[in-house]
């Protein structure tokens, strides 16, 4: 090889002049280019969503959650399709049958197919928890990244309000609105839950909002012209989208699981519309002697609630850029 500076070695992987000799390229070269041609490396450039994508792929547990969550809301989604009978076709030769082969999950003491009104029942609490994460957020952001980026009174007055909104207790004014408003649809239940569980996500926009506002790019924003929306929009937001994820999902979880314990009160979604819920509170009042009509509807919400837990402990190991290592 040759030793005279500014003349590039020839890399030979074979005998000099053969097909597996090789040369970099002339003109100039960054490192990366030295570093592929001299060790055979390829760099390849990731952004940090792709990092945080490879992080939530390695993580089996959260993985595997999402997969399970998406095979039930998809059958849910396609009920119409999956399910052996409608919610409400009543049976009078399959009165109270016990889970069996043409009827997996039994029957109720008006023949209805048990399977198939789960079915339709996941339908309605995925479509709540999903308005309800969405809506939430959406309130929750507003609120917790105005008060975050101003400040002073206006983070003083929203954070109160909101204070205002954690001191009430839940559940009871849950039962008392859903006792005054009526008939509840889940548009109608989504809207109410949606307006009062919005806290915690404001809560943590705010957090991040204030620790933002103190960066190095956003005074060069401010100084470059740009206004508070195009700021918040632009430059913030965009940075708080990791907490936000993982905060939605576990409100659609939080929903889903309190639109079931309404309709368990009688509550939440009525009749004849079905709802997980509301089939755990039409199987108690029939007996504990038929067991099924309680245990497949408590056991399916079980499941959902377990995996949408998952699936934020999995999204916030994945988009935290400080995490190395997948805990699962």
Not at 111 to 121: A, H, Q, T, W
Not at 183 to 207: D, E, F, N, Q, Y
Not at 240 to 254: D, F
Not at 266 to 286: C, K, M, S, Y
């Amino acid at each position: 090889m040759s030793s005279e500076p500014g003349v590039r070695d020839q890399l030979t992987i074979g005998p000099p002049g053969s097909q597996y000799s090789m040369s970099p390229p002339e003109g100039p070269a960054g490192p990366g280019a030295e570093l592929t041609y001299e060790y055979g490396l390829e760099i390849e450039a990731r952004s940090q969503w792709a990092y945080a994508r490879r992080r939530f792929v390695r993580h089996r547990l959260a993985l595997g959650s999402l997969i399970v969550l998406l095979a039930i809301f998809g059958c849910g989604l396609f009920a119409n399709f999956i399910a052996p009978y409608t919610y409400d076709q009543i049976n009078l030769e399959s009165l109270s049958v016990a889970p069996s082969q043409k009827h997996p999950f039994g029957t109720d003491s008006a023949g209805r197919d048990s399977f198939s009104r789960v079915l339709f029942g996941i339908r309605t609490s995925a479509r709540v928890g999903v308005l309800v994460g969405i809506l939430s957020t959406l309130i929750g952001a507003v609120i917790g990244g105005l008060a975050g980026f101003y400040g002073g009174w206006i983070d003083n007055l929203l954070m109160r309000v909101t204070d205002l909104f954690l001191t009430l207790p839940l559940l009871a004014v849950l039962l008392v609105a859903a006792k005054y408003l009526g008939h509840s649809t889940p548009l109608k239940l989504a809207l109410l839950l949606a307006l009062l569980i919005w806290t915690s996500i404001a809560r943590v926009v705010r957090g991040s909002f204030l620790s933002l506002r103190e960066k190095e790019y956003v005074e060069a924003a401010r100084a470059a012209g740009a206004g508070d929306l195009r700021i918040m929009f632009r430059h913030m937001f965009p940075n708080t989208i990791g907490p936000i994820v993982v905060a939605a999902t576990l409100t659609i979880g939080t929903a889903i699981l309190l639109e079931a314990v309404l309709s368990f009160l009688g509550f939440g979604i009525e009749p004849p519309t079905p709802a997980l819920g509301g089939l755990l509170n039409e199987g108690q009042d029939q007996g504990l002697d038929k067991w099924w009509l309680v245990t497949f509807p408590g056991v399916v919400i079980v499941v959902i609630v377990l995996c949408i837990n998952f699936i934020g402990d999995g999204l916030r190991d994945a988009l935290d850029p400080t995490q190395r290592r997948v805990r699962a």
